[in-house]
C-alpha cells in the first residue's frame, strides 16, 4: 500500500510487489484488504481526510461481504489511538477502529509511525481482539492459511468478475 511518501511509486514501482490500495484480495482463503495513506498534513497524494478514508472503506464493503470478512488489513497509517502519535502528520484514522469493530480482522499491519523515532514505541498493539502491528523497517508474520476454503456460487463468481473490481483472487481456490 502507498505512503504518504511513496509519489514516486506510479513511475517506478518496488520490485517484488503487488499493489493492493483499496482492494480485497483473496489469496488461497486468505482475504487482505489495503489502505494506503495517512491523514493529510502538507498536499501529498497519498493523503487523505477522515472521511475520505472512511468512503473508501465504505467502497470496499460488498467484496468484504461477498467472501465473508477480512483477516488482515495492510495499511500506512495506524488506527487512531492504537499506534498513532498526536503530532499532526502521525494521527491515526477512527474509521480503521469502525473497520476494526466490523469486520474483527485478526491482524491490522501498518508502518508511517518509524521505530527509530522513540526507543520505547510498542512494536505489537491490541484493539478490540485484533493484533495491531508496526511493521516499521521490517516484520515477519506467520500466518497459516485457512484449512477450509468455502466455494463461490457461480453467481457470486460472476458478481465479483462483473462489479467488484477492487477484489482479487489470486491464486486462490476459488
Known amino acids: 500500500v502507498h505512503g504518504n511518501h511513496d509519489t514516486h511509486y506510479s513511475i517506478e514501482p518496488p520490485e517484488g510487489c503487488d499493489d493492493i490500495d483499496d482492494k480485497l484480495i483473496v489469496y488461497k482463503g486468505l482475504r487482505i484488504l489495503g489502505l494506503g495513506g495517512s491523514q493529510p498534513y ?11 478514508m472512511q468512503k473508501r472503506i465504505k467502497k470496499l464493503r460488498r467484496a468484504i461481504k461477498m467472501v465473508g470478512g477480512v483477516d488482515i488489513v495492510l495499511s500506512h497509517a495506524a488506527p487512531r489511538g492504537v499506534g498513532d502519535w498526536d503530532d499532526y502528520s502521525h494521527i491515526g ?20 509511525v518509524h521505530l527509530n523515532y ?7 498493539r491490541e484493539y478490540g481482539g485484533t493484533k495491531v502491528i508496526n511493521c516499521c523497517e521490517k516484520f515477519e508474520l506467520d500466518y497459516d492459511f485457512p484449512s477450509e476454503v468455502p466455494e463461490l456460487t457461480k453467481f457470486q463468481k460472476w458478481y465479483c468478475r462483473v462489479f467488484l473490481k477492487n477484489l482479487e483472487f489470486i491464486r486462490s481456490y476459488w
Open 42 to 52: 502538507s498536499r501529498g497524494r497519498y493523503q487523505f481526510s477522515e472521511s475520505q
Open 93 to 112: 484514522f477512527e474509521s480503521f477502529l469502525e473497520l476494526i469493530d466490523t469486520y474483527h480482522p485478526k491482524y491490522l499491519l501498518h508502518g508511517h
Open 118 to 124: 522513540s526507543t520505547d514505541i510498542p512494536r505489537v
